[in-house]
């Protein structure tokens, strides 16, 4: 390549007239003033863009190799032979990698059979050779659901049929007891349970159901009619036995839910009433005394039916008492005067004698309300503790029906004196002992309470007490009443109240595991 030296008069240093003064090429010059003033006989300055840019990039290809460079050699003589190795010389080869085995989330090895069966010699023919094949599955609480996917289909149903037939799925029992605590779960069999395990055998009651067939129902209807009258907390084998069961069937449907009802499966079997039509479900209240299907129908559409549920001592006190108000506001839509018509007002009249408390105060108010005052609870001129704490019964839940602004009628059950109302608290905390009862945790309070003043303590919990009385005490979940009647002037008033904390219930010791 050929390299151009550029003229060195094109470059050196040369003066300018630059207005009226002489400027040199390397003075600082204003940014505001022009370098030079071209004329036809000045030469321009040289600057970098004078220069070929491939002149440029030869002189930094030219650095570049030399600074790479190191210390000059000598030419090149022959190589020296290399020293001997005493370790053998590898052979380099293209080496192939080793084959992978196969992945053991995608190619499991097959599972271990647990059962030992040959199923074609197996004949399914009654309950008994059913029961005797399942002695030789015995499956236990570790391993029932492994060993029953190795069952075929052709045996499922055969095997299913003995287990319903024998029943005993009884698991959990409900709590009783003030302070027992109550089961919300059923309870796991144990790994070691076997096949008369009632924990596992509702396991397998849930697993039978699912191999039936349409045609199995007449075969298994006893069977479900037991399962369906299974106790709380057993809820999902309950459910399972009433969804075998065909919606069209409403006959079977209607007698599983009844069986269910009695024992205490309240919720269950008011989420399963959708289903049926309006015959069924007025069968249910007259015949099952099903209250949730009293909700369904109307008073208008079942009036004969709504009369008969307000003294329908089978029913809960809430439908009834529902029942009743239904049936005075459809009275007061149908009529222009306060007047309630004869068979309601009959229904009412014989309400009022309901040994539930709050059924009669309900009937007593709704009578008062349009005129008849007969049955407004009274202090009854005896001195029997029967009939008093029967009317104070009553009174407690007519009390909770009364406005703001209307008067207590507990004034006439006192005497001129006044109530007196002990109050006793329960601290379970507390180590002293204020009131000198020996006891740290209690303290007594009492007071006076003007007759005019009077009023019933804690009345919505004393209405549920009112439900467990003992004689003269009540006992709800969280207090105790305890009502003293005295003789004042020739009559029985009630002169003392006494109202005591229930302690807490002890912590249950926790149970072992099953093992």
Sequence with gaps: MLLVRKRADCTQTRDRDIGARVFRATDAVPRNQPRY?????????????????????????????????????????????????DAPAQKITDAKPAPR?????????????????????????????ALAVWRRIAPTGA??????????????????????????????????????????????PGETAGFDDPCLRRLLALWSLDQLEAGDLPAIRAALLGIAQLPPPES???????????????????ALLARAWRAEQRDLVGGALGGFDEPHLVAAVRDHHIDPALEILSAEGDRALYLAAVNDGALAALARIAAIGDLV??????????KLPTDLTAALVTATQATDCSVAAAAARALAQHGDRRFVPKRPRTASTAPLMR????????????????????????????????????DPLSDDDPDGDGDPHTSHTAELVPRAEAVLPELEDLVRAMQHCTGTICVSDDHEFRFVWQRSGGDTVLSRIELADRPPCAPAAPSSPKP
């Design 37 to 85: 003033r071209r004329t036809e006989t000045s030469r321009r300055f040289a600057g970098p863009m004078d220069v070929h840019p491939s002149l440029v990039f030869i002189a930094i290809a030219i650095a570049a190799l030399t600074g790479c460079g190191g210390a000059s050699h000598g030419p090149a003589g022959p190589a020296a032979p290399e020293a001997a190795s």
């Design 101 to 129: 085995g196969p992945d053991p989330d995608l190619h499991r090895p097959p599972q271990r059979k647990l059962l030992d069966i040959d199923w074609t010699k197996v004949a399914l023919t009654d309950d008994a050779a």
């Design 143 to 188: 391993d029932w659901d492994d060993k029953l996917q190795e069952v075929p289909a052709q045996a499922g149903r055969p095997l299913a049929l003995a287990v319903l037939h024998g029943g005993q799925f009884l698991c959990t029992r409900p709590a009783t007891g003030d302070c027992a605590r109550p089961a919300y779960e059923v309870d796991a």
């Design 236 to 254: 999902q084998l309950v459910e399972a036995a009433i969804r075998a069961v065909p919606e069209p069937d409403q006959d079977t449907r209607l």
């Design 329 to 338: 506001a459809l009275a007061a839509t149908a009529a222009a005067d306060a």
């Design 391 to 426: 009317a104070l019964c009553v009174l407690a839940s007519y009390e909770a029906l009364l406005g703001n602004d209307e008067p207590s009628l507990v004034p006439d059950y006192v005497p001129k004196r006044g109530l007196e109302r002990m109050t006793i608290t329960f």
